[in-house]
C-alpha cells in the first residue's frame, strides 16, 4: 500500500482497508473527491481509474507529480521549515509561478501547516517539522501508480455522470454533512446533488459519510454500514475523538467487510 504525499483533512487513512475490502468487481474505478487519494492508494489498480477533484492545487500537485517528479524531489531539498517563508507562500500569487513551484508551494503549506489546513503555520516544541519537504523520495513510485489513470479537475456530478457505466464503480468520500474546511462549499444543495446523481447511476457506488439522521434519511434504501474513526486533529479539543461514520452502498457489501 502506498502513502499519499501530503496529508489532507477528512483523509481516509484510518477506513481505507476496510473501503477497499468492500469494493465489488469492476472495469472502471472512480474517485469524483480525491482529496488526497488514501483508497486510490491502497487498492490495487483498476484497469481504467479516474481521480478528481475541484482544488485545482491538488490537482495539479498529482499532475505534476506525474509528470516532473524528479525535478519536484530536486527543488523541493532546497526548502527550509520556516514561519516567513510560510507566509511568503500563502501570500504570494499562484499565476506568477510555474505548475512546478505551484506544485511545491502546495506540498509546503499543507505540510507545514497546523491540521494540514494550508492556514497557519504549525510548530511545537515536543515534535519536529513535519518531514515532507525533506523526504519526498516516494514520489517516484506514486508517479508509477498514476501511469494510467486520468486526473480530471471538474465538480463530482459531471466526473460521475461521464464516466459511469454498469461496469462502473464510484467511491464518493465527500465534505461531511454539516462541516467546513475547504476552499468549497459543501452544503446541503450539494449534498442533495450528489444523493440525486447517485441514484441515477447504472454502475456500483460506495460512499462515506458522517452519521447523520439527515443523511440516514436521504440514503434509506441502500446498504448502510456503521463504523466508527478516531480523529486526533480537530479544531476544538473536545472534538477530538470518536466518530459515527456510515458507509452507504448501492449492492449487498461483502459480509466479511462488515
Ligand atoms: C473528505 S475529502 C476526501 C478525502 C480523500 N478520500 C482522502 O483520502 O484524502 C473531500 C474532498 O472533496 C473535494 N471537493 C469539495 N467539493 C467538491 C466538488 N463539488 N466536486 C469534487 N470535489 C470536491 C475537496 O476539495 C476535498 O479534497
Same mark, same amino acid.
Given at each position: 500500500?502506498?502513502?499519499?504525499?501530503?496529508?489532507?483533512?477528512?483523509?481516509?487513512?484510518?477506513?481505507?482497508?476496510?473501503?477497499?475490502?468492500?469494493?465489488?468487481?469492476?472495469?472502471?474505478?472512480?474517485?469524483?473527491?480525491?482529496?488526497?487519494?488514501?483508497?486510490?492508494?491502497?487498492?490495487?489498480?483498476?484497469?481504467?481509474?479516474?481521480? /478528481?477533484?475541484?482544488?485545482?492545487?491538488?490537482?495539479?500537485?498529482?499532475?505534476?507529480?506525474?509528470?516532473?517528479?524528479?525535478?519536484?524531489?530536486?527543488?523541493?531539498?532546497?526548502?527550509?521549515?520556516?514561519?516567513?517563508?510560510?507566509?511568503?507562500?500563502?501570500?504570494?500569487?499562484?499565476?506568477?509561478?510555474?505548475?512546478?513551484?505551484?506544485?511545491?508551494?502546495?506540498?509546503?503549506?499543507?505540510?507545514?501547516?497546523?491540521?494540514?489546513?494550508?492556514?497557519?503555520?504549525?510548530?511545537?516544541?515536543?515534535?519536529?517539522?513535519?518531514?515532507?519537504?525533506? /523526504?519526498?523520495?516516494?514520489?517516484?513510485?506514486?508517479?508509477?501508480?498514476?501511469? /494510467?489513470?486520468?486526473?480530471?479537475?471538474?465538480?463530482?456530478?459531471?466526473?460521475?455522470?461521464?464516466?459511469?457505466?454498469?461496469?462502473?464503480?464510484?467511491?464518493?468520500?465527500?465534505?461531511?454533512?454539516?462541516?467546513?474546511?475547504?476552499?468549497?462549499?459543501?452544503?446541503?444543495?450539494?449534498?442533495?446533488?450528489?444523493?440525486?446523481?447517485?441514484?441515477?447511476?447504472?454502475?456500483?457506488?460506495?460512499?462515506?459519510?458522517?452519521?447523520?439522521?439527515?443523511?440516514?434519511?436521504?440514503?434509506?434504501?441502500?446498504?448502510?454500514?456503521?463504523?466508527?474513526?478516531?480523529?486526533?486533529?480537530?479544531?476544538?479539543?473536545?472534538?477530538?475523538?470518536?466518530?459515527?461514520?456510515?458507509?452507504?452502498? /448501492?449492492?449487498?457489501?461483502?459480509?466479511?467487510?462488515?
Amino acid at each position: 500500500m502506498l502513502k499519499p504525499p501530503i496529508p489532507r483533512m477528512g483523509g481516509k487513512s484510518r477506513l481505507r482497508k476496510r473501503i477497499v475490502s468492500m469494493l465489488p468487481e469492476h472495469i472502471c474505478y472512480t474517485e469524483p473527491f480525491f482529496g488526497v487519494g488514501w483508497v486510490y492508494f491502497g487498492k490495487e489498480p483498476s484497469k481504467v481509474e479516474v481521480i /478528481n477533484d475541484i482544488d485545482g492545487e491538488l490537482v495539479n500537485l498529482f499532475k505534476m507529480i506525474k509528470f516532473h517528479s524528479e525535478e519536484i524531489q530536486r527543488l523541493i531539498q532546497y526548502e527550509i521549515c520556516s514561519r516567513d517563508l510560510f507566509d511568503f507562500y500563502k501570500e504570494i500569487d499562484t499565476n506568477r509561478l510555474t505548475e512546478i513551484q505551484r506544485a511545491i508551494r502546495f506540498i509546503y503549506l499543507v505540510s507545514q501547516s497546523f491540521a494540514s489546513k494550508g492556514v497557519s503555520f504549525g510548530y511545537g516544541t515536543t515534535k519536529n517539522p513535519s518531514p515532507h519537504i525533506f /523526504n519526498s523520495s516516494s514520489l517516484n513510485c506514486l508517479k508509477e501508480r498514476l501511469r /494510467n489513470t486520468y486526473i480530471e479537475n471538474k465538480s463530482f456530478e459531471d466526473i460521475i455522470n461521464r464516466y459511469d457505466r454498469p461496469h462502473t464503480v464510484h467511491f464518493c468520500d465527500p465534505p461531511y454533512f454539516e462541516t467546513d474546511g475547504y476552499s468549497t462549499t459543501f452544503g446541503e444543495h450539494e449534498h442533495l446533488l450528489l444523493r440525486d446523481t447517485l441514484a441515477s447511476v447504472k454502475g456500483k457506488f460506495i460512499l462515506t459519510i458522517n452519521d447523520h439522521p439527515t443523511v440516514r434519511e436521504w440514503y434509506k434504501g441502500y446498504y448502510l454500514t456503521e463504523t466508527q474513526v478516531h480523529y486526533s486533529v480537530a479544531k476544538a479539543k473536545n472534538a477530538r475523538g470518536l466518530y459515527k461514520e456510515l458507509i452507504i452502498t /448501492n449492492y449487498v457489501p461483502p459480509s466479511a467487510a462488515i
